[in-house]
């Protein structure tokens, strides 16, 4: 009797055990895309099965049926998928758009060699600034009035201009409002914008901005509305 390698049998069984939390992963996502659009998974099945059925009748006419519906499965099930992902984006933004820290979520998921700092700047109105380091420079993208954050996205990138000296410094406002940039363009306007540093650049201005005088963070996750920033502890005098 010839026994499996070890390593082996492990993974087979850390995917065997994976299986059912993707399945139920795959449900919830499903749920959520159900509640914010409910025709969302009616589209993305008839574009599979319309996909199915194309390659079916092209198979009948030419006489490649055989060859052309399983291949009319694999291309409905891709086609599907890419509508479930983006219906799932979709659902995502319309999830957390409008609640504090939203910015903060997007810019935590992209893609690349980013280095991402929420809430580095506030003020007692709960605006926010975040900043995000990356291959097009130093980001800072700001959440809340359209009245009140020029000026706090004015100050950080004065502050942050003292050590990043010829990086080029974006400034973001993210908002609903006149002159914003909604949640839902945030990512695609950041992948966008120029690749100016390479990596030893990137990392030599990371250094830098670790020199900066720490802010008061604020907590991690989706800030309360109405909540108000706390005030600062007076010096005590002797």
């Not at 007692?124 to 995000?132: E, L, S, Y």
């Not at 990356?134 to 100050?155: C, D, I, K, M, N």
């Not at 410094?169 to 100016?196: A, F």
């Not at 030893?200 to 990371?206: G, L, Q, R, S, T």
């Amino acid at each position: 009797m010839v026994n499996k390698p070890g390593g082996a049998t492990g993974k087979k069984a850390a995917a065997d055990a994976a299986a059912p939390g993707r399945l139920k992963q795959i449900r919830m996502v499903a749920g959520i895309i159900r509640d914010t659009n409910p025709k969302a998974l009616p589209l993305i099945a008839a574009a599979g099965l319309g996909v199915l059925v194309v390659c079916v009748v092209v198979g009948l006419l030419i006489g490649q049926v055989g060859f052309l519906t399983p291949l009319g499965v694999l291309l409905g099930f891709l086609v599907a998928m890419i509508l479930f992902g983006r219906f799932a984006q979709s659902a995502q933004y319309a999830a957390i758009a409008g609640q504090p820290g939203a910015a903060a979520a997007i810019l935590q998921s992209l893609r690349g060699n980013w280095t991402v700092m929420p809430a580095i700047a506030a003020n007692r109105n709960m605006d926010v600034v975040h900043r995000a380091v990356g291959r097009p420079g130093v980001v800072l993208v700001g959440e809340g009035s359209p009245t009140r954050l020029p000026s706090l996205l004015a100050a950080e990138k004065k502050r942050v201009s003292r050590v990043a000296y010829e990086v080029p410094i974006y400034d973001i406002q993210v908002g609903e409002e006149p002159g914003q940039l909604s949640i839902r363009k945030l990512q695609k306007h950041i992948m966008k914008l120029p690749r100016n540093l390479k990596g030893p650049a990137i990392v030599d201005i990371n250094f830098r901005l670790k020199a900066l005088p720490q802010s008061m963070q604020m907590p991690k996750g989706p800030m309360p509305r109405g909540a108000r920033m706390p005030k600062a502890p007076r010096p005590k005098s002797r």
